[in-house]
């Protein structure tokens, strides 16, 4: 099974860290306070301690300038729940102008799934947003039941992480 790795860490550190396994899959992001290397294979990683997931779903090639990570925590009880509502998924994304790539990340060492979406540009990810495809793939089914009967699977709020390609790296 295909797994993801993500390390934290100075930008110039990650950039050395990745020429030094160039026939590796990574991709060297950057944010606003830091920056993060993620490596996609299906054999051991070269990171000493990484975020480790397993790639539930995959479209596309890694590729792209702009990376969009939703981060949805799920508890122990609620991940069969979450993971058939996700493999049931419109798979609306797909279709959409200047889409490269998604993965559906099941954590293995803590509770927070990551959904991650690339774009050729960030504009392509908010013209995304304010798609009807966008409001479909997002529209929650449990909302008309009363609060007592949808089950609780989410244990804090999910926050979005988005970050920057660097290439020619």
Known sequence: MKKIYITTGTREYLQSLKE????????????????????????????????????????????????????IPVTDEGRPLFEYRFSQRARLIEKEPGFAAIRVLRPLDNDT???????????????????????????????????SERPQIFPRPSYIKTYTVLKGN
């Open 113 to 147: 799934y990551i959904i991650m979406t690339l774009w050729e540009g960030k504009e392509y990810f908010e013209a995304w947003q304010r798609s009807k495809a966008f409001e479909k793939a997002h529209e929650r089914k449990e909302a008309d039941k009363p609060t």
């Open 20 to 71: 030094g396994f160039p026939n590796e899959k990574m991709l060297l992001l950057e944010e606003e306070d830091g920056a993060a290397l993620l490596h996609e294979t299906e054999g051991e990683t070269v990171f000493k301690q990484p975020l480790r997931y397993e790639v539930l779903d995959a479209v596309g090639q890694l590729d792209g300038t702009f990376v969009v990570c939703n981060n």
